[in-house]
């Protein structure tokens, strides 16, 4: 995975993959994806259960790599975030407590007022010193998403986010996110349920049989461009 340190205007490329494969044991995985992420647009990631969102996922955010092919971080090192299926939320401390956490970890400078503005922000002000450990999954998965913010990332890398949510809380994570990308983050969102998340998305991948079968604007998506298509 290379890094370079590129600024993230609005439209400007964050990630790019170029070509990439990947196997687990002799098991071909991914073959042969072009992909980029921009700033201040949601890149919509969609297909089957197996298809290797969450590889693909993975690949981009630096955190594994392909085994052919490039993945190219185009952000200065810790300009990047990840949203999977674990929250790394401390039940024991309350919210605000665990987001004071991470704050003084990465060493942030006002930390305290600023994760009273990330909770205010996920609809978590009235409960920032109740236990953690209390909430429901919605609620411990924005905690989850106010930490992330509290970082300032330039990218966000989202794995099926709203899995198992209310709508209440799916309706404050997708205004979250949807705001950020309004501020210029680029978003890479891994969707279970496209036909709602779509809405949301300016481009969209969509895997099938290890490759994109479609790779483009939300708007084309019922259409398919070939495996290996690049967007």
Sequence with gaps: MSQSGQSGQT???LARLESVSKFYGERLVLRAISLE??????????????????????????????????ATLL?????AAYLGHKTFIYGKLSALDNLLFWARLHGLADARNRALEQ?????????????????????????????????SP????????????????????????????????????VSHDPAADLVHAGRAALLAERGL??????????????PGTAC
């Design 11 to 13: 439209g400007s490329v």
């Design 37 to 70: 992420a921009r700033a201040g647009e949601v890149l919509l990631v969609a297909g089957p259960n197996g298809a290797g969102k969450s590889t693909l996922l993975k690949i981009m955010a630096g955190l594994i790599r392909p085994d052919e092919g490039e």
């Design 75 to 79: 952000t200065p090192a810790g300009a």
């Design 119 to 151: 909770l205010d922000r996920l609809g978590l002000a009235g409960q920032a010193r109740d236990p953690a450990g209390t909430f429901s999954r919605g609620m411990m998965q924005r905690l989850s998403l106010a930490r992330v913010f509290l970082l």
């Design 154 to 189: 330039r990218i966000l890398y989202l794995d099926e986010p709203d899995t198992g949510l209310d709508l209440a809380s799916k309706a404050v994570l997708r205004r979250a996110v949807l705001e950020a990308k309004e501020r210029g983050m680029g978003v890479v969102w």
């Design 213 to 226: 079968a479609y790779c483009g604007p939300t708007a084309g998506m019922t259409g398919a461009s070939g």
